[in-house]
């Protein structure tokens, strides 16, 4: 089943044209990477499928809902989580999970259930009390995707989830994601780590606003006789033309 | 030989401990990488190498100069790149290239061949404003600034955060040529993959360096059997390699997941082991390490938690 649909999709600030006639569709439970330098369009599609954005034209629609026409139903039926800001620091970790939880339209009986729930699937029963920003990162980081997806959506988007995090808490959290695509949840992810490229199920590469490569990652790697996601990745992005944002 | 040495560095904020007793030396003419995630204490090392901060124990000389007593000096003697822009956006490249040269008391055209080959790349944009400039032309205007009053050390924390991989591999090619002109680089990453180009690394977490050498010492030193494994079903394949009697670590590395074992582990059990469960197109070989698996081996050995 499709959870997610981009049918020639096309943004234009000015003459600058940020996303360029992009079409793909993903499935329920995919783990579906979307990756390009900086500046090849990654971030206004994200928006554009997220409906904080309106394509200049095409049709995009996420969890059946058309992101133009009805943005609203699109962002009750995602979560979101970017690297940049997740979780506010002096909130303690469960009146975190009930403030997204409120956020997300998550029923007040639910809340407590839910909170529960996630407070066991990640070991912080201790924490409940804690404040944000005493936890360790990788803890933070995995609390910040547990919240993103309290009012169990049917897809997450995650914006370079990983920055900054220490090489076990970044694999802990990917077993996390992993978690969430067995249970059905259709993860959306960027990065710049070209090992998480080699996690997904399927990989496009962004260049210049077109997509320029859409496989899963074994298939990419045959199709430009490259060892490694890493080298897929500069032989496509290296062809660039447009500067980074 | 000037460079930089520093030992016993400690700072505390409050009652978390910055850094923790932290010390090691960097030549001129020399890259040392401080590689670590979020938390280590890469930008407060910096910030007291740079003298904006004082340590509340321990010392450290920058090009032959103490940070308490020369903090003056030290200043006209470094170049910093903070991990944040900081220039200012409202003027031109040019208006803030001029402004730091001022600031230190020289000109452009002084030390234009310190900058050429990085400040060509930007100059047909040179009345264009620093806010206005992509990514990729801010850090190259950045690093024109901190080069611009010819310093002999340069510090550079986590100029590719953030970064796309080409545009990492660029910003690793200025670095080396600006090696060769002899000025001590000391520059912090959180990713692992960099450490390879450095002279000499530090691997950090939580305030302390873990181990320091070159990143060949480091890989050499690793003492664990490790292995690769690769199957048709790798997420399942990572929760029953762990259950294994004699694997003792096991994370996805990419396309395979690395294992540490136990040196009696009988690999023709494992394979029957696997087989057992139903893993198809198991491939199991020895692995080479890389700093990754260093970091990782460092910082379960150090308890430090993640």
């Known amino acids: ?245 | 030989m000037a460079g930089l040495q520093a030992q016993h560095l400690t700072k505390r904020f409050g009652k978390l401990v910055a850094l923790d007793d932290v010390g090691f030396e960097a030549a001129p003419g020399g890259i040392f990488g401080i590689i670590g995630p979020d938390g280590a204490g890469k930008t407060t090392l910096f910030r007291i190498l740079t003298t904006l901060l004082l340590p509340d124990a321990g010392t450290a000389t920058v090009d032959g100069l103490d940070i308490r007593k020369n903090y003056r000096e030290i200043r006209g003697r470094v170049g910093y790149m903070p991990g944040r822009f900081s220039l200012y956006q409202d003027l031109t490249v040019e208006e803030n290239l001029s402004f730091y040269a001022s600031v230190f008391g020289t000109t452009i055209r002084e030390n234009y061949h310190l900058i050429k080959d990085i400040y060509q790349q930007i100059e047909p944009f040179k009345g264009r404003r620093a806010g206005a400039l992509s990514g990729g032309m801010k850090q190259k205007l950045a690093l024109s600034c901190a080069l611009v009053h010819k310093p002999a050390v340069l510090f550079l924390d986590e100029p590719t955060t953030g970064v796309d991989a080409v545009s990492r591999g660029e910003l690793w090619d200025m670095l080396l040529k600006l090696r060769q002109s002899g000025l001590c680089i000391i520059v912090s990453t959180p990713y692992m993959d960099e450490a390879a180009i450095c002279d000499r690394v530090a691997l950090a977490m939580n305030g302390r360096f873990m181990i320091q050498d070159t990143p060949a010492a480091i890989v050499a030193a690793y003492d664990r059997r490790l292995l690769a494994v690769r199957g048709d079903r790798m997420w399942e394949l990572l929760r029953d390699l762990r259950s294994f009697d004699g694997v003792l670590t096991c994370h996805a590395f990419g396309d395979a997941h690395h294992l540490t074992v136990s040196d009696d582990l009988d690999l023709a059990a494992l394979r029957a082991y696997l087989a057992g469960l139903g893993h198809a197109d198991v491939q199991i070989a020895p692995a080479t390490p890389g700093i990754e698996d260093c970091f990782m081996l460092m910082s379960e050995t150090t308890g430090v938690p993640t």
């Open chain 1, 1 to 245: 089943m499709k959870v997610i649909t981009a049918d020639h999709l096309t943004k234009r600030f000015g003459d600058f044209t940020a996303v360029d006639d992009i079409s793909f569709e993903v499935e329920q439970g995919e783990i579906f990477g979307f990756l390009g330098a900086n500046g090849a369009g990654k971030t206004t599609a994200m928006r554009i499928l997220c409906g904080l954005s309106k394509p200049t034209s095409g049709r995009g629609t996420v969890a059946g809902f058309d992101v133009t026409r009805q943005p609203e139903r699109v962002k009750a039926s995602i979560g979101y989580m970017s690297q940049r800001f997740a979780l506010y620091d002096d909130l303690k970790v469960s009146e975190s999970i009930r403030l997204y939880a409120g956020i997300y339209g998550v029923p007040g009986k639910r809340i407590a259930q839910r909170t529960d729930e996630i407070l066991a699937s990640l070991g912080f029963e201790g924490e409940r009390d804690t404040l944000v920003k005493s936890l360790p990162l990788g803890w933070k980081q995995k609390l910040a995707f547990s919240v993103a997806i309290v009012h169990d959506p049917r897809i997450v988007f995650l914006d370079e989830p990983t920055g900054g995090v220490d090489p076990a808490a970044r694999r802990q959290f990917w077993e996390l994601i992993y978690q969430a695509a067995n249970s059905g949840i259709t993860v959306f992810v960027t990065t710049h780590y070209m090992d998480e490229a080699e996690y997904c199920d399927r990989v496009t590469i962004l260049v210049d606003g077109k997509i320029e490569a859409l496989d899963t990652p074994a298939a990419l790697k045959a199709r430009y006789g490259a060892p490694t996601m890493n080298d897929v990745f500069f032989q496509l992005a290296r062809g660039a033309r447009r500067g980074a944002d």
